[in-house]
C-alpha cells in the first residue's frame, strides 16, 4: 500500500520535501525524499507521513490495487488502479524514473507471491478484519469508518474506500494503549498521538475496547517462533486459503493457517485438529516441534491432504466462514482430497508399513499411513518395543517420535455418506465421548504403590461414553469385558511412566483429562456470595467459605476478559436482596457494611435511626454501595453515624419485592391480629420459613441488630417500640399510619430468640460483644475512654473459637500492651524466654508477620482484609535472632538468595520461577546484583515490611519470606525471596527488623502497661448527640417519607 498525507496545492512548483498528485483536483504531499525512493516501501506498503513531525499518514493506497505505473510527461507519472488514476510529479527525470522502477517492483513480487499461492485477493481490498464500523473521532466533521485487522486499526473516510483499501492511515497497535473515558468514549493512546473515539452506544463501546485489547495482544505477542516457523517459504501462507503471514497452527497436522482458518480448525475438535498459536502458545513450541514443521509443513502436508482438491472447492483469504467450514470438513475429518496410500483398506499391512516407516526420517510416509488408517498404538510383535513410539525412540527418530505424540488420539478421516453437513459442529456435546486403546491390568494383581511390569498389562479398546466407562478385547467386539461406572469412581491418579511397564501407559494426558471432566461433577461458585474477589499479577482469587480459588489463564488476553466478566457477575445486578452482594451467611454486603459500622460506633448515639443526616451524602453512599460494597470500607470521622443509618433504611424503603416479599407481606401484618402470644409466635416462625434464603437471613440480621440497638435504649432514646415505628414502615413500604407493620417488627424484636431460634452459644458470644461495649462506653463516660476505639476480635496461638478474645483497642495502644491484655485474660504468666509476640496471619496469601513491640495495633486493624487476623503466641525464633545479632560484626548483610519478582516490573528480563541473586542489606536499603563480581547496583529497594513465608502457588524451594517496598510513585510491591536453611532465613530476618527498628527488635526490660493506664489523647473526643424530641405520633409522620442519606465509613470486622 502506498500511504500519503495531503493538503490543498497551491498555484506553484512543489519544494524539495514535495510531490503533486491528481486526482480531478491537484493535491500536494510531502514527508518523502524526491531523492531517494521511500524509505519502508515494501511488498505491502509504503509509508510518508506529513509534515515530517507526524508519524501518521493522511491517506494510503494498498500495492494490491496497483495495477500499472507510466510516465505521462515531464517529471510526471501515473499509479493506475481498478477505480482510480493517480497523478504524481517528481523534481526531475531522475526522480520520477526511480519511483517508478520502485513501484514497478513492488507490484511485481505482491503479483508473484499471488501466483505461488493461485488465489490472488481481491484488488484494493483490506485484510479481513476482526471488527469494523464506524465511530466518532476528535478533529473530524464525520464519522469515520475503523476496522480492526490483527496488529492494526485502520482508519477510512467511508465504507467504500475500505472496501477499495483507499484509507487515512493505520496505527500500529504494539505502541497504543485503550482507556475508557466515559459511557461511550474511549482513547487511543499512542506516543505521538492520542485518538479519542465515540461509539453509539455503550456496549458497542465495550466491543471496540475488546477488539483493540486483541489487537494489542496481538501486536506485543512473541513472534520468534513464527520467524522460525515462517523461513520455510510454504509456511509464510495458510495451508488452507493462502493468506500470508499465517500466525496460528495445527500441530498434529503439522499445517500453518491464518486466524480466520483456525476458529473453523477449532470446530472440528481436537481429535481431527489441535489448534495452537505460533505467537502466544510460546510453552507447546519444543525445538522438536518446529523442526518437524520445517520437515513437514505446508507444502508436504498438502502434497498429502490437497492432492485433489477440484478449484471450484477450493478457498481463498476472501472466503466466508461457510465456505472454509466446509473445505476444511471435507478436507480433513472426511479425507475427501488426500492422496491415499497404496496400501489403504489392508489394516495390518498399513501397521506393518508404519512400523518400518518411523524407523526412518520419512515424515511424509508416517503422515500418509497414519490418516489412511494406520493404528498409532499398533502392535509391532517386538516384546521390547511394542509400539510404533517405542520404535521410534529406539532408532533415535526425535522427529517421529513428536509427530506420533500429537497424534495418539488423532482419528482418521472417514468420508460420510449421509453428508458431512449433518453432524453437529462447534457445539459442546451433552456427554463427554472419547474412545481408544489403553494398557490395562488386573485390579488385585499388586498393591497401587508397588510397579507393575510389563507384562502385567493387556491392551484393550476402551470406550467412555455416557458416564460409563468400558473396556473391550479389541475395537472389533461389540461386548464389553467390564464397565466402570463414573459415579463409582473414587480417585483418578495419574502415575508417572517410571511407574507401568508400558511407556506412559494410563498416564495417557489426554485420557487422563477426559475421564476426570466425567467423574468431577461440575461446581457452581456463587459470584455474588463471595467474601473477597481479587485479580492482579495475571492471578484471580476468589475467596470462599472454606477454600480460596486460584484461577489464572494461559493466555493474558483470555484472563483480562475472565477478570473483567468475573467482576461484572459478582457485582450487584439488581434491585432485590438476592441480586446484591452476599456475605458468607447470605446477608447482603451493603446491610453488613451498615449494620456493622452502626454496632462499632453507633449504638449510644441518641436518636439512632430516627434523626436524618444529609440527602447529598446518603444517596452518594447507597450508590456507591450498590455499585461494589466490597469496595467500600465505612471509617469514622469520614462518615457519620446518621448517614449510614439512613442509608440502610433507604436501602429497605427502595428494595424491589421489599423484606417481606409481596406474596407474603400482607400474611405478616395479618399475624398482627392474633390475640394469644404462643399462637402468633408459631405464626411468625411459619411466615419466616416461607421466605427465600436471602431474605430470612437478611432480617435475622437486621432484627439481632434492632435487638441490640434496643439494649442500649437508656443512652440512645430508641427502645423497642421506636425502632418499630421507624422500621415499620421501611420495611413494608407503607405510608406509616397503619401501625401493623410497626407491631410486627416491634414482635419480632421483643421475642427475637424465640422466632429465630437462638442458641444459647449465639447468644453468649453476642452478650460477650454487647459487655465489651459497654465496657467501652463506660470507660468512655468516666473519661478514661478514647475516641476511635474498636472492639475486635484477637486469637490466642491459632484461630479457634475457644481461643478468640473480643478487645477494645484504642488509638494508643501497642502490639505489646494488646500481648499482656491478651495474657492477662488467660491467667498466663511470661516466664523467662518466653518472647509472646502479636502476629499478623493473612490465610490468603499464607503468611505472617510479627508486629513491632512498640507498633500501634489500630492502624494495622484498619487495613486488614477480610482473609486477615491477629494473633498472639510464642516469637520461637527471637531467642535465635538476638543470639546472632549480639555476635554478628558490622550492621550489614550480604550473600546469594533465590529470588523471584510478583511481575517483570524491574526489567530484569527475568522468567517465571525463582533466580540465583546477590543481596546486600544495610540500614537504609536492600541492595540486588545480578552477580557476586558486578559492581554498581542493579536496584535498591527502601523496605515497608516483611511477611514471613511464601504464597504456596510460587512453589518455593526453600525457606521464604516476603519483601514488601515502595516505589517512587508511592506504590505498594512486594518481592519473593528464599534461604537455602532456615538459619539463614533467621539471620536475614533479624537483619531486616533491626534495620527497621533502629535496632530495637525486643524490649530490654519487658513491663506489663495495663487498660487502666492508657492516657487520654486530648486531640480526640466523641461526637456531641443531638437530642431526640417529639412525641409518637411526630416520630411515625417523620420516618413515613423516605428522607435519608449517606457517607464513606469504616468498620473492622470480627476476624
Request: charge should be neutral.
Amino acid at each position: 500500500m502506498l500511504a500519503m498525507s495531503h493538503s490543498r496545492a497551491k498555484r506553484q512548483r512543489p519544494g524539495k520535501q514535495q510531490l503533486m498528485w491528481d486526482v480531478g483536483a491537484s493535491w500536494m504531499l510531502s514527508g518523502w525524499s524526491l531523492s531517494h525512493p521511500p524509505q519502508g516501501c515494501s511488498g505491502e506498503q509504503c509509508v510518508s507521513p506529513s509534515p515530517p513531525q507526524d508519524t501518521y499518514s493522511k491517506r494510503f493506497i494498498p500495492v494490491s490495487s496497483i495495477s500499472r505505473i507510466a510516465s505521462v510527461g515531464d517529471q510526471k507519472f501515473e499509479v493506475i488502479t481498478n477505480n482510480r488514476n493517480f497523478v504524481f510529479r517528481a523534481e526531475s527525470d531522475a526522480d520520477r524514473n526511480e519511483w517508478i522502477r520502485t513501484l514497478q517492483q513492488i507490484a511485481e513480487e505482491r503479483r508473484s507471491k499471488e501466483r505461488l499461492l493461485m488465489s490472488p485477493t481481491a484488488n484494493g481490498a483490506a485484510d479481513p478484519a476482526d471488527k469494523s464500523g464506524f465511530l466518532e473521532l476528535r478533529g473530524f466533521k464525520h464519522k469515520l469508518f475503523v476496522a480492526v485487522a490483527g496488529d492494526k486499526v485502520f482508519l477510512y473516510k467511508n465504507a467504500e474506500d475500505y472496501r477499495l483499501g483507499i484509507g487515512i492511515t493505520y496505527i500500529e497497535m504494539n505502541v497504543g494503549n485503550v482507556k475508557e473515558v466515559d459511557r461511550r468514549g474511549f482513547d487511543l493512546t499512542t506516543p505521538y498521538r492520542i485518538f479519542s473515539f465515540s461509539a453509539d452506544s455503550e456496549q458497542e463501546k465495550e466491543e471496540w475496547v475488546e477488539a483493540m485489547q486483541q489487537c494489542i495482544a496481538e501486536a506485543l505477542s512473541n513472534s520468534e517462533v513464527a520467524e522460525r516457523i515462517w523461513a520455510v517459504e510454504s509456511n509464510r501462507f495458510c495451508a488452507d486459503c493462502g493468506s500470508p503471514k499465517p500466525d496460528w497452527a495445527s500441530i498434529n497436522l503439522c499445517v500453518v493457517i491464518c486466524k480466520r482458518c483456525a476458529g473453523e480448525h477449532r470446530g472440528l475438535g481436537p481429535g481431527i485438529t489441535k489448534v495452537r498459536s505460533l505467537k502466544m502458545d510460546r510453552k507447546v513450541w519444543t525445538e522438536e516441534l518446529i523442526q518437524l514443521f520445517h520437515h513437514i509443513g505446508n507444502a508436504v502436508a498438502n502434497r498429502f491432504w490437497a492432492a485433489n482438491v477440484p478449484p471450484s472447492e477450493a478457498i481463498a483469504p476472501p472466503s466466508s466462514s461457510q465456505e472454509r467450514r466446509r473445505f476444511l470438513i471435507a478436507k480433513y475429518r472426511e479425507g475427501k482430497y488426500r492422496r491415499y496410500h497404496p496400501l489403504f483398506g489392508n489394516q495390518e499391512e498399513l501397521d506393518r508399513a508404519l512400523c518400518a516407516a518411523v524407523t526412518t526420517s520419512d515424515l511424509a510416509e508416517t503422515q500418509a499411513l497414519l490418516f489412511c488408517g494406520a493404528a498409532v498404538t499398533c502392535a509391532t510383535g517386538d516384546p521390547q518395543c511394542p509400539t510404533p513410539l517405542a520404535l521410534a525412540e529406539k532408532s533415535g527418530q526425535r522427529l517421529q517420535m513428536e509427530f506420533l505424540l500429537h497424534n495418539k488420539t488423532s482419528e482418521t478421516p472417514r468420508l460420510e455418506l449421509g453428508g458431512s453437513e449433518e453432524k453437529p459442529y462447534s457445539v459442546p456435546l451433552p456427554s463427554v465421548t472419547h474412545n481408544g486403546f489403553l494398557y490395562k491390568t488386573p485390579s488385585m494383581a499388586k498393591p497401587v504403590g508397588e510397579r507393575k511390569g510389563q507384562e502385567e498389562f493387556s491392551r484393550r479398546w476402551c470406550t467412555l461414553q455416557d458416564g460409563v466407562l468400558s473396556y473391550y478385547e479389541n475395537d472389533r467386539n461389540a461386548v464389553p469385558n467390564g464397565e466402570v461406572k463414573a459415579e463409582e469412581i473414587v480417585c483418578l491418579a495419574s502415575n508417572p511412566p517410571h511407574t507401568h511397564g508400558s511407556f506412559k501407559g494410563f498416564s495417557n494426558r489426554d485420557d487422563c483429562e477426559i475421564l476426570a471432566f466425567c467423574h468431577i461433577p461440575a461446581v457452581m461458585v456463587s459470584l455474588p456470595s463471595l467474601p473477597a474477589i481479587q485479580g492482579d499479577n495475571e492471578v484471580l482469587v476468589l475467596v470462599e467459605r472454606r477454600r480460596t480459588l486460584y484461577i489464572q489463564g494461559e493466555r493474558k488476553l483470555d484472563f483480562l476478559g475472565w477478570v473483567q466478566a468475573i467482576q461484572k457477575a459478582a457485582g450487584s445486578a439488581g434491585d432485590t436482596l438476592s441480586e446484591q452482594q452476599l456475605t458468607e451467611s447470605d446477608v447482603p454486603l451493603l446491610v453488613d457494611r451498615c449494620i456493622d459500622y452502626i454496632t462499632q460506633c453507633g449504638l449510644t448515639s441518641e436518636g439512632i435511626y430516627r434523626k436524618s443526616g444529609q440527602n447529598s451524602k446518603t444517596t452518594s453512599l447507597l450508590e456507591m454501595l450498590r455499585r461494589d460494597a466490597r469496595s467500600v470500607r465505612l471509617k469514622e470521622g469520614e462518615h457519620q453515624v446518621d448517614d449510614v443509618a439512613n442509608t440502610l433504611k433507604r436501602f429497605f424503603r427502595d428494595l424491589g419485592d421489599g423484606l417481606f416479599t409481596g406474596r407474603w407481606g400482607p400474611d405478616w401484618l395479618w399475624a398482627t391480629a392474633l390475640e394469644d402470644e404462643e399462637e402468633k409466635i408459631g405464626e411468625y416462625r411459619r411466615l419466616l420459613g416461607t421466605l427465600p434464603t436471602v431474605n430470612r437471613a437478611t432480617l435475622k440480621a437486621l432484627i439481632n441488630h434492632l435487638f441490640r440497638v434496643q439494649l442500649f435504649s437508656g443512652e440512645n432514646q430508641m427502645n423497642t417500640h421506636n425502632l418499630a415505628i421507624v422500621f415499620g414502615p421501611t420495611l413494608f413500604q407503607t405510608d406509616g399510619k397503619d401501625y401493623k407493620a410497626g407491631r410486627v417488627v416491634e414482635d419480632l424484636i421483643s421475642h427475637y430468640v424465640k422466632i429465630f431460634n437462638v442458641n444459647d452459644q449465639e447468644m453468649k458470644k453476642q452478650q460477650d460483644e454487647i459487655m465489651a461495649i459497654m465496657k467501652m462506653r463506660e470507660a468512655a463516660s468516666s473519661g478514661t475512654q478514647q475516641a476511635g476505639d474498636f472492639i475486635c476480635t484477637v486469637y490466642l496461638e491459632e484461630k479457634k473459637t475457644e481461643a478468640e478474645q473480643h478487645v477494645k483497642i484504642p488509638a494508643t495502644m501497642t502490639a505489646e500492651e494488646l500481648t499482656f491484655e491478651i495474657l492477662d485474660r488467660r491467667k498466663i504468666i511470661m516466664k523467662e524466654k518466653d518472647y509472646w509476640s502479636c502476629f499478623e496471619v493473612n490465610e490468603r496469601e499464607e503468611a505472617e508477620r510479627p508486629l513491632h513491640y512498640s507498633e500501634k495495633v489500630l492502624p494495622i486493624l484498619h487495613g486488614l482484609g477480610t482473609e486477615s487476623y491477629l494473633v498472639v503466641k510464642k516469637q520461637m525464633s527471637m531467642e535465635n535472632m538476638l543470639v546472632y545479632l549480639a555476635s554478628r560484626v558490622g550492621d550489614c548483610k550480604h550473600g546469594m538468595m533465590k529470588f523471584r519478582e510478583e511481575r517483570n516490573l524491574l526489567g530484569l528480563g527475568l522468567s517465571t520461577g525463582f533466580h540465583d541473586r546477590y543481596f546486600i542489606l544495610n540500614h537504609t536499603c536492600l541492595r540486588l546484583y545480578k552477580e557476586v563480581r558486578v559492581s554498581p547496583q542493579r536496584w535498591g529497594w527502601h523496605l515497608m515490611g516483611i511477611d514471613l513465608a511464601l504464597p504456596s502457588r510460587f512453589s518455593p524451594p526453600s525457606w521464604g519470606f516476603t519483601v514488601f517496598y515502595e516505589t517512587e510513585k508511592h506504590e505498594k510491591q512486594q518481592w519473593y525471596l528464599c534461604c537455602d536453611t532456615q538459619a539463614d532465613l533467621r539471620e536475614w530476618f533479624a537483619t531486616f527488623l533491626h534495620a527497621q527498628n533502629g535496632g530495637a527488635l525486643w524490649p530490654s526490660e519487658t513491663s506489663k502497661v495495663r487498660a487502666s493506664r492508657w492516657q487520654q489523647d486530648s486531640r480526640l473526643g466523641n461526637i456531641s448527640l443531638i437530642p431526640l424530641r417529639g412525641n409518637e405520633s411526630e416520630m411515625r409522620n417523620s420516618v413515613a417519607a423516605p428522607d435519608f442519606s449517606y457517607h464513606r465509613s469504616f468498620f473492622l470486622r470480627n476476624a
